[in-house]
Structures are given as structure tokens and as C-alpha cells.
T-cell receptor, first 113, second 112 residues
């Protein structure tokens, strides 16, 4: 199946700093990528839909100025958590869509201290 | 909100079939049912999907009722490595992509 990678796999940052997470589709081109967030013992929550070359579409309640998404190519989307705070600590997962199926990355564990 | 309901947890003996039910009574005619699973601290893994007909692949079988209001995922010979959270999802076709809205899922514990 199609492979999606994320980098870094985990990151620790200080409160007030920004963190960038990369999502790459390794063996397919993903016109659409999705970003999810998952808190401990909870399900995945869709944050935004990212289409190559256009602005991301954010789900209700997700601050677009805080979670900056860039999808500059068919194989790369980035999520930048700006001015991170401890409550942003979570597991961030991306997925790429190919022929109506979503393939997920391994996730990035963000811890804000 | 997720359009599916699943039991919170199930146990299954190793080597036996695991049957995971899912209700999706408000599903629309053109909406697909997808199944993913998530092993702890990993990204979800695609298992299978279907519209009306039953489907089978190397991982599992998907049985969809005739009225499409419910479905069952069958893992024919469960192993310890199948222990995971299983998500039944109705794919929502949106303007900007096909959204997967995850519900709480079913924790499947395969025991030896």
C-alpha cells in the first residue's frame, strides 16, 4: 500500500515556540492531505483538509492562525504549531488521499513544556 | 459527529474469528463504510471498505446488511497482533476531499 511518513516522530518544545511537522507521501502523489490530532485515550479529530496549491480548510473550532498548514507540492504538507502551549501537547497524524483511500502517517508526538 | 456506533470493547480468543459490529443507520446511499485500526501510538491502518456488497481482502471480510444500516468486520483467525482499536467510519464526501470522521472505535483484545 501507499506509504506516508512524518517528521519528526516526536518533539519536545518550550511554551511560546513554534514547531513544524512534515508529512510526506513517499510513493504516491496526494492532491489532498488531512491533519488530525489525538489526545490520550481519545479518538482522532480532524483538524483540517489540505489541498495542493490552495489554502487549507479548517474544521470548526480549529484556529487557522495557530495551526498553519502548507501543501506546496503533491508529496509534502506541513503543519506548524505557532506559539505552542502545553495544551497543544498531543499526537498529530497526517494522511494522504489516493483514489478515495486515506493512508496515514505514523504520527508525531508533540510535548510542550 | 461520527455517523457510526460501535461497542467500546471486545475480547477474542487467539485463532478464533473476531466479529466487530458497527451501526450506521443514517448512512446515505452513496456513502462508503470504511474500517481502520490503530495499534497503540501508531497511525491508523486501512483494513477494508465497501458500499453495498460484501467485500473480502487478505486482512478481513466486510459484511454489510441489505439495508446498509449496519456492518460487521470479520477477522477470520485473530492473532495477538490484531489487538488494536478498530474504527468503523462512514466516509463523508466533501467539497475539499473525502473526510473520515472517527468515532470512539472498538478496543479489540485478542487473548491467548
Amino acid at each position: 500500500g501507499a506509504v506516508v511518513s512524518q517528521h519528526p516522530s516526536w518533539v519536545i518544545c518550550k511554551s511560546g515556540t513554534s514547531v513544524k511537522i512534515e508529512c510526506r507521501s513517499l510513493d504516491f502523489q496526494a492532491t489532498t492531505m488531512f491533519w488530525y490530532r489525538q489526545f490520550p485515550k481519545q479518538s482522532l479529530m480532524l483538524m483540517a483538509t489540505s489541498n495542493e496549491g490552495s489554502k487549507a480548510t479548517y474544521e470548526q473550532g480549529v484556529e487557522k492562525d495557530k495551526f498553519l498548514i502548507n501543501h506546496a507540492s503533491l508529496t509534502l504538507s506541513t503543519l506548524t504549531v505557532t506559539s505552542a502551549h502545553p495544551e497543544d501537547s498531543s499526537f498529530y497524524i497526517c494522511s494522504g488521499e489516493q483514489t478515495y483511500e486515506q493512508y496515514f502517517g505514523p504520527g508525531t508526538r508533540l510535548t510542550v513544556t | 459527529d461520527a455517523k457510526t456506533t460501535q461497542p467500546p470493547s471486545m475480547d477474542c480468543a487467539e485463532g478464533r474469528a473476531a466479529n466487530l459490529p458497527c451501526n450506521h443507520s443514517t448512512i446515505s446511499g452513496n456513502e462508503y463504510v470504511y474500517w481502520y485500526r490503530q495499534i497503540h501510538s501508531q497511525g491508523p491502518q486501512y483494513i477494508i471498505h465497501g458500499l453495498k456488497n460484501n467485500e473480502t481482502n487478505e486482512m478481513a471480510s466486510l459484511i454489510i446488511t441489505e439495508d446498509r444500516k449496519s456492518s460487521t468486520l470479520i477477522l477470520p483467525h485473530a492473532t495477538l497482533r490484531d489487538t488494536a482499536v478498530y474504527y468503523c467510519i462512514v466516509r463523508v464526501v466533501g467539497e475539499y476531499g473525502n473526510k473520515l470522521v472517527f468515532g470512539a472505535g472498538t478496543i479489540l483484545r485478542v487473548k491467548s
